[in-house]
């Protein structure tokens, strides 16, 4: 293994001009600010179901099958909408009754089926689902992560995190079987806290991965090494390399204390770029989108702040020239006056209630 990660290591300084020019690097401070009054032109309304309302907290994948979502926090289980809205079923639930999972720690789309994540203590299972919400095979993965990407050829890849239980290295890579195939990112100090989370992210035909606190996204590439693809300049507001070799728990309250920026989601189309920027200081919290249009290379940043603009809060991709967010009903009925949005669109949400489902937003992505 170590002559493997040597060869990768000697190839990438071999080509370190070359990737120096790719990479797109972006001094934040200095983008240009603009006003979020994007054009909502279309909207889907989730239909409502008994069985469990979805906050404003939420993950979501979604494909031609519709969309697919679940509460971050006491979720009951996976939703799954249609394209147009209609509530399907409950992909599946959590739970300790036959057919349930006990968590639910991450879940990706791939080809026809769903993929569900789920803890089991220093391990996961790899759940495989169909569109009719049945279960097909179940595949343990004799590690921890916090979060995956499956490749169209059958392998997997982990992200495990600073985390003493993920082992000796943050990112890893398996077969279909859940048989290691490779390591990268080592922890050459066995990390004292837990950080982790959602590193994985849908690029113009490519994977794009991202550490939590880092400031750069790097590409997976086919020969199975990291590319870096985009690279953020906060200034100041940069974490710091000594934070990873502090205890984490201690080097976080003094991140908290000092300020830092990090970035929270991330998604690419054959043309645009979002990345969703969080400043955060003492119960302070700040968020701004970041759009670079690469065909061009102008790009500029939004303020969204919670109260005021909370239907564009949540991203979730990119479709064509519009920014897709899913947005929680009453902030939408809350800011109705002060929306920007067609008159159809205007129709639509006339019906939406406080305890309504959250509904898919499509903005129009300024020129």
Known sequence: MKKVLTFAFLALLGCETEEEQSVKVI?????????????????????????????????????????????????????HFSPTGQHLGMATMIGEAPGQVLNIQDFKLQGSSLLVMTEKSDRIDLQKISMQHKLETTTEIPHYAFSFQPLDNGDLWFYGGYYIIAGDHRLFQTDGFGKLKSELLPNAIPPIGQVGGDAFYQGND??????????????????????????????????????????????????????????????????YFLADVNTRKGMDRNKTLFIRDNQSGNQYKLRVNQEELGHFYLPIGIEGDHLMFIAYAPYLIKNSDDLNVSEEVKDQLADLKEESNPVILYAKIPE
């Open 206 to 271: 490519r994977i794009l991965f991202r550490e939590p606190l880092k400031n750069s996204v790097w590409e997976i590439t086919a020969q199975d090494t990291l590319k870096e693809a985009y690279r953020f300049d906060f200034g100041d507001n940069t974490v710091p390399e000594e934070f990873w070799e502090k205890d984490l728990f201690k080097g976080f309250g003094e991140l908290m204390a000092k300020g830092f920026i990090d970035i929270f989601f991330i998604v690419e189309s054959d043309r």
């Open 27 to 79: 001094n934040f401070d200095k983008v240009k600010e603009i006003p979020a009054a994007l054009m909502i032109e279309k909207v889907v309304l989730l239909e409502s179901d008994t069985s469990e309302l979805l906050s404003d907290n939420v993950k979501v994948q979604y494909s031609n099958d519709g969309f697919f979502v679940m509460n971050v926090t006491n979720a009951k289980g996976l939703h």
